[in-house]
């Protein structure tokens, strides 16, 4: 910097790269929820279910990347894994079944029924988040 010059004034934080990457994640995650209301009212069947089980694991990566903007792709795709294994192997339990029950909102959240396939569709769903946030890092 030269005597006499100024430095130039800084990037104020709700215009920076991590607000950008958070109306992404925001954007992204209300895409997310309108596909899988989307095959819901379209498909039945295993396809949806699939499909549902690796919407749900975008959802919860696209939501780590709004709260953890500078995550890099692996923590959130990882992030999302086990939150969604981890509701998958408490249905073993009988707790999101009574929770179910009683919450809308917890049977979307938490299911009901342990069915071991659902592992694999949400490992598809983090490689899916961990491609994207790859993509958008990229960009940064």
Same mark, same amino acid.
Request: a positive charge; aromatic letters at 6%.
């Given at each position: 910097m030269t005597p006499g010059r100024t430095a130039p004034p800084a990037t104020p934080a709700w215009r920076g790269p991590a607000a950008r990457t958070r109306v992404a994640a925001a954007v992204a995650a209300a895409l997310t929820v309108?596909?899988?209301?989307?095959?819901?009212? =379209?498909a039945d069947?295993?396809?949806?279910?699939?499909?549902?089980?690796?919407? &749900?694991? $975008?959802?919860?990566? /696209?939501?780590?990347?709004?709260?953890?903007p500078r995550a890099r792709a692996a923590t959130a795709a990882g992030l999302a894994l086990a939150f969604s294994w981890t509701?998958?192997?408490?249905?073993?339990?009988?707790?999101?079944?009574?929770?179910?029950?009683?919450?809308?909102?917890?049977? =979307?959240i938490l299911g009901s029924n342990f069915n071991p396939p659902d592992l694999l569709w &949400?490992? $598809?769903?983090?490689? /899916?988040?961990?491609?994207?946030?790859?993509?958008w890092r990229g960009r940064e």
């Open positions: 309108a596909a899988g209301l989307g095959v819901r009212a =379209l069947g295993e396809p949806a279910k699939a499909a549902g089980d690796a919407l &749900y694991t $975008v959802l919860v990566g /696209a939501l780590t990347v709004l709260a953890a509701v998958e192997f408490l249905q073993l339990t009988d707790v999101p079944a009574d929770l179910s029950r009683r919450s809308t909102a917890a049977r =979307l &949400y490992a $598809v769903g983090a490689a /899916a988040v961990w491609a994207a946030r790859s993509a």
